[in-house]
């Protein structure tokens, strides 16, 4: 049963310099016609997948999705609630950028039925900001929540980012400290990572600016943990904090490795076994809709193994980590047979860990988890 549903939206307000889709700006004249591919393309899902899906979460994502105005979100939304089958406890979700909506179209929003707020504030710190290429500043961010909660939302989350060329640790501190003193349900605490492609990679590269030391980081790391335990707040992913119950329920159906569908300009779909990777100019995607073409422009197969292998990899960045039990249900593959000899170091050094029912990482194996990763690919 297929029960997350993605819609790509790749415009953004500003050129961010972290965003590869920031080439996307400015393209207001096409909003309305994307709008209309899109509920093309979700009912021509809808009539494909019938009665094999059954949606309990949906995810509108991109750049930045409430540059759509004149209730074209709405519009999307009720194509998505007049075509599948959908749960009583549907969550949707919807990405929010400071400095593009007001507590007007806040409540536009929760009145059509969105009931999750993802909202990239990214730093409270306007000279990070303007490094970052944000549109917005920390004012704005914090007016935003406000606005937030005026309009109704009880379930929302800010994005917070740490790792920033010239930031201290005390700087970080600082952003952290005062995005939990705003009580967020949800904290997406994401390392600045350099993207090939984005401005910020091209400066790495000329030298212009320098990423932060390892122990910096570790220390900021270090310190997530220890302000989000203190705040109520836990750890379920390697990036991911939240109250209890109000985990991302759409993002966990990745993690969890399970079929999605997804529609929109880039967006990637994975359904058994076969992940698709629409086009990624929305305008070359809606000549595509428009003419009746397929607008799939990668398709790969996975077979049982690297299925396995990927379900390993996405399932270690939960803190709980993954069933051996479900895995041999799922896959019909013993994780420990499986890897065998390649678990002996990982354990001995202590970087994972087996339970009665789970194997996961361990909280000193989470601070390398990329490079524990690495030897289970």
Not at 32 to 50: I, P, S, W
Not at 204 to 226: A, W
Not at 318 to 326: Q, V
Not at 361 to 368: D, E, H, N, P, S
């Amino acid at each position: 049963m297929i029960s997350a549903l993605y819609i790509h939206i790749p415009f953004c307000k500003s050129k961010c310099n972290y965003c590869s889709f920031s080439s996307y700006c400015g393209l207001e004249a096409i909003h309305e016609r994307y709008t209309n591919c899109l509920v093309k393309e979700l009912q021509d899902k809808a009539k494909h997948y019938g009665e094999r899906v059954r949606l309990s979460t949906i995810f509108f994502g991109g750049g930045t999705p409430t540059v759509l105005g004149g209730g074209q979100l709405e519009k999307i939304l009720a194509a998505c609630k007049n075509n599948f089958r959908l749960d009583d406890t549907l969550e949707i979700s919807v990405e929010v950028n400071p400095g593009t909506v007001d507590t007007q179209r806040l409540c536009d929003l929760y009145n059509a039925g969105f009931n999750r707020l993802s909202i990239g504030v990214q730093s409270f710190i306007d000279s990070e900001l303007q490094f970052l290429g944000r549109c917005h500043t920390a004012s704005e961010a914090i007016a935003t929540v406000a606005s937030a909660k005026a309009a109704g939302f009880l379930n929302w989350s800010i994005d917070l980012m740490y790792g920033i060329p010239g930031q201290s640790l005390d700087d970080w501190k600082y952003n952290l400290e005062t995005g939990l003193s705003l009580q967020p349900k949800h904290l997406s605490l994401y390392q600045l990572s350099f993207e090939e492609g984005t401005p910020l990679y091209h400066r790495k590269k000329k030298g212009y600016i320098e990423e932060l030391g390892d122990e910096t980081v570790l220390s900021m790391d270090k310190y997530n943990q220890e302000a989000t335990l203190h705040a109520g707040s836990k750890r379920y992913e390697i990036s991911n904090y939240c109250q209890p119950g109000y985990e991302c329920r759409h993002n966990v159906t990745y993690w969890h490795n399970k079929d999605y569908l997804a529609v929109g300009a880039a967006a990637v779909s994975f359904i058994a076994g076969f992940r698709e990777q629409r086009v990624q100019d929305p305008a070359l995607y809606c000549d595509l809709i428009e003419k009746r073409k397929d607008v799939v422009a990668y398709r790969e197969q996975l077979g049982l193994e690297a299925s396995f292998r990927e379900t390993v990899m996405m399932g270690m960045r939960m803190t709980e980590g993954i069933s051996p039990k479900e895995l041999a249900e799922r896959f019909g593959i013993d994780l420990q047979q499986y890897y065998g000899k390649i678990l002996i170091p990982l354990l001995t050094a202590g970087f994972v860990e087996f339970t009665p029912t789970r194997f996961r990482a361990t909280q000193k194996g989470r601070l390398v988890l990329n490079s524990v990763l690495a030897e289970l690919i």
